[in-house]
């Protein structure tokens, strides 16, 4: 049977563990919640800039072929996305992907937040861990990317480029809210504790990792960010799997965007 068992049946380490092993979850019913779950991200991405738009430039309303036209400037984008905007549009939409997450999975599957991978946190000495696995994911990703360079020449993302317009101490917290806490807390719930552990239950856990990492950097809509990130969910998955902890992954995370972010402020000319 393909469904899933209900908490009060299971052990207490059941219960306090991913939901790896056990009864699987329907496959079906997991692709078509990710499937709403990612649609709901970005329903509430357009939202949020569609609001942004139009409290900062109100005249749109009335001159459609005016915003067709500042659309097709790239740079009109980046002075949109200012660290107060990207704030808005990161912290919304990241909790509306969470609570999505959590919330049908729950309905679906009867999980609970302890097998999405958010039991009790680790040990100081294991969120260390999820530190050197974020710098090591940093150092890999970073060279695949400059090999995409040196073959394909540059290659500037826009979000990138939009925080290395960010100036000051305030639109760095703000950024770091948007990049290093929203983002990896709920990637990390939807990516590794809801999409990978549905894959490893079916799966052998190499296949579940590259299939998962693959959806990751699809995600993004960057094609040239594909490969680096892609890297990244790899490592991250397999971080998942090796330490049954959510926790470390989403230090891990933190630790790539956090030292992504500091670049972008300090070496604006590098992603260029």
């Not at 393909?2 to 019913?29: C, H, I, K, M, Y």
């Not at 499937?35 to 430039?57: E, M, N, P, S, W």
């Not at 998955?237 to 989403?250: E, H």
């Amino acid at each position: 049977m393909d469904n899933a068992t209900p908490p009060e049946q299971l052990t207490p380490a059941a219960q306090a563990a991913p939901a790896f092993s056990g009864v699987r979850w329907n496959g079906w019913t997991l692709t078509a919640l990710a499937l709403v779950c990612i649609i709901g991200f970005f329903v509430a991405q357009t939202v949020l800039l569609i609001f942004i738009l139009l409290r900062d430039y109100p005249d749109f309303v009335r001159y459609p072929q005016e915003l067709l036209r500042q659309l097709s400037d790239p740079s009109f984008e980046l002075n949109l996305l200012t660290a107060k905007n990207l704030w808005v549009i990161s912290v919304f939409s990241e909790a509306t992907l969470a609570l999505m997450t959590i919330g049908l999975a729950q309905m679906a599957f009867r999980a609970t937040p302890a097998q999405l991978g958010l039991g009790r946190v680790p040990k100081s000495v294991w969120l260390l861990r999820g530190v050197i696995v974020g710098v090591v994911l940093v150092i890999v990703s970073s060279a695949i990317d400059a090999g995409l360079k040196s073959i394909f020449g540059p290659h500037p993302q826009p979000q990138a480029q939009a925080l290395a317009k960010h100036h000051g101490a305030f639109a760095f917290l703000l950024d770091f809210m948007s990049v290093a806490v929203a983002a990896p807390v709920a990637e990390e719930l939807f990516f590794r504790g809801f999409i990978f552990t549905g894959l490893v239950q079916r799966m052998s856990p190499v296949w579940a990792m590259a299939i998962s990492a693959a959806v990751f950097g699809a995600a993004h809509l960057e094609k040239w960010a594909f490969l680096p990130i892609f890297a990244i969910g790899i490592g991250l998955a397999w971080t998942y799997y090796a330490t049954r902890s959510l926790w470390v992954n989403i230090v891990a995370h933190a630790t790539v965007n956090t030292i992504s972010l500091v670049i972008a402020y300090t070496f604006p000319q590098y992603l260029k």
